[in-house]
């Protein structure tokens, strides 16, 4: 089985996005001293980069599990996995959402993936998953379970 991994690297919208930190720092900082406002924007546009790739999701499916990010579950309590895109991701995530559901999504990542928990310990009844290749993650899983 080939395993499956996936990082949901923050998209070019999101950095692009965080280059307003420059401005807004350029104004707080450049009347009190232009070399101020100039470092400040610097670093305060590094730690929001760094804090966005550094936090940025990990999907993997071994043989053994799915994790996603710290948490995991064994794929023995793992049910139904299905893909949502398009206008059914936003039903998933609107009216077709359970209070109960354990969630990663990312806002610039437009399809999901729902696994069902067959864990009658566990009180969440599905995970929804934000991910750029939905159904070879849903594809990894279902191998995976045949594997094991």
Do not use: N
């Amino acid at each position: 089985m080939q395993p499956y991994r996936e990082t949901l690297w923050p998209s070019p919208w999101v950095i692009i996005a965080l280059a307003l930190v420059v401005p807004a720092t350029m104004l707080v900082l450049a009347p009190v001293s232009l070399a101020a406002g100039i470092v400040g924007a610097v670093v305060l546009y590094g730690g929001c980069l760094a804090l966005a790739f550094g936090t940025a999701p990990r999907i993997q499916v071994s043989e053994a599990s799915l994790s996603v990010g710290k948490a995991s579950i064994p794929l023995g309590f793992i049910g139904e996995v299905v893909v949502y895109t398009g206008t059914d991701a936003t039903a998933q995530l609107r009216t077709k959402l359970d209070a109960r559901a354990w969630l990663m999504i990312r806002g610039w990542v437009h399809s999901l993936v729902k696994v069902e928990i067959v864990d009658p310990a566990d009180p969440t009844p599905y995970w929804l998953l934000s991910s750029r290749r939905p159904q070879a993650l849903a594809d990894a899983i279902a191998a995976a379970r045949t594997h094991a």
